[in-house]
């Protein structure tokens, strides 16, 4: 039951380039989230999605794209990546609809050098 | 814009003791949920309270809320040097299902 996982866990990438960051859930959970946590701002919401193919903006989404085409993945992907956008990405999953708690993955700890 | 801030923002008590940490929010919510999160890894779910609950307990865990001060409170009692770790508010806001917004966390130490 490996539950939420994601990948790679650190990455290192120069200014300009593209990245993807992997989440994988094993539970079927209809809501997907991605968040940013940096020092002093704690976690932002970037991207989040409530089923296959419905994704929506979340506070801090300039710079990254999302998609989902199975209900189980969530990649994250860093267009042109910006030293702006080092910081540790975490996904997250819920089952349902409002009232309900998210499930974190390890995270993802990201430098744009 | 933060919801949530966390006060304080770090705490050092002895095993043993109790610790409180305090969440202000600043509109309307659905819920309001607390996670911890240990040094390295992701953020674990550890309680939710809702709009319409004033307080809730969870083994060594007791939440209250006040809609009508915009506050929440976590207390952990006889805390554990297990229990160090970070510790953030998260506020579902009216019309805004299963978004979360988080605070910047409360860094708890917990010394033996």
């Known amino acids: 039951d490996a539950g939420i996982t994601q990948s790679p866990r650190y990455k290192i990438t120069e200014t300009g380039r593209q990245v993807t960051l992997m989440c994988h859930q094993t539970w079927s959970h209809s809501y997907m989230f991605w968040y940013r946590q940096d020092l002093g701002h704690g976690l932002r919401l970037i991207y989040y999605?409530?089923?296959?193919?419905?994704?929506d903006k979340g506070e801090v989404p300039d710079g990254y794209v999302v998609s989902r085409s199975k209900t189980e993945n969530f990649p994250l992907t860093l267009e042109s990546a910006t030293r702006s956008q080092t910081s540790v990405y975490f996904c997250?999953?819920?089952?349902?609809?409002?009232?309900?708690?998210?499930?974190f993955g390890p995270g993802t700890r990201l430098t744009v050098t | 814009s933060q919801q949530g801030e966390e006060d304080p923002q770090a705490l050092s008590i002895q095993e043993g003791e109790n610790a409180t940490m305090n969440c202000s929010y600043k509109?309307?919510?659905?819920?309001l949920q607390w996670y911890r999160q240990n040094s390295g890894r992701g953020l674990v779910h550890l309680i939710l309270?809702?709009?319409?609950?004033r307080e809730k307990h969870s083994g060594r865990l007791r939440v209250t809320l006040d809609t009508s001060k915009k506050s929440s409170s976590l207390l952990i009692t006889a805390s554990r040097a297990a229990d160090t770790a970070s510790y953030f508010c998260a506020t579902e806001q009216t019309g805004t299902a299963s978004k979360l917004t988080f605070g910047t966390g409360t860094r708890l130490q917990v010394t033996l």
């Open positions: 509109t309307s919510i659905n819920n």
């Open positions: 997250a999953s819920s089952e349902y609809r409002g009232n309900y708690e998210q499930y």
């Open positions: 309270i809702r709009s319409n609950e």
């Open positions: 999605s409530a089923a296959a193919d419905i994704t």
